[in-house]
Nanobody, 113 residues
C-alpha cells in the first residue's frame, strides 16, 4: 500500500529547532516530487518547501533561510529541518508526494514560550 508517514513534530520555544521526517512506501521514490505543507489555526494549507527528483528546491518566502528540505533516496525519506522557529510557524505539517497524489496524516508543530 502506497503511503507517506510523518514524524518529528512537537512543542518548541521561539528560536528553537525541529526536524520533521517523512518515510514513503509503495512509490517510485527516486522519481517523485516531495513537499512539505502546513496548515495553521484558521489558515489555508500552504506549501512550505519542496524538492524535486533532481534535488531542485523551493521554499515559501516566510521560511527562506530558516528551513531546509532534503531527501535520502536510499531510505525513501524526506526531511524538513526547521531552525529559528517562530510562533507563526505553529501548524500541522503534512508530507506530500505527486506519486499517486499522496498525503500523510500530519504532525503538529507548536512554537510557544
Amino acid at each position: 500500500q502506497a503511503r507517506v508517514v510523518e514524524s518529528g513534530g512537537g512543542t518548541v520555544q521561539p528560536g528553537g529547532s525541529l526536524r520533521l521526517s517523512c518515510v514513503a512506501s509503495g512509490i517510485i521514490f527516486d522519481h517523485a516530487l516531495l513537499a512539505w505543507y502546513r496548515q495553521g489555526p484558521g489558515k489555508p494549507r500552504e506549501m512550505v518547501a519542496s524538492i524535486t527528483a533532481d534535488n531542485g528546491v523551493y521554499y515559501t518566502d516566510s521560511v527562506k533561510g530558516r528551513f531546509t528540505v532534503t531527501r535520502d533516496n536510499a531510505q525513501n525519506m524526506v526531511y524538513l529541518q526547521m531552525n529559528s522557529l517562530r510562533p507563526e510557524d505553529t501548524a500541522v505539517y503534512y508530507c506530500y508526494t505527486n506519486d499517486r497524489n499522496l498525503w500523510g496524516q500530519g504532525t503538529q508543530v507548536i512554537v510557544s514560550s
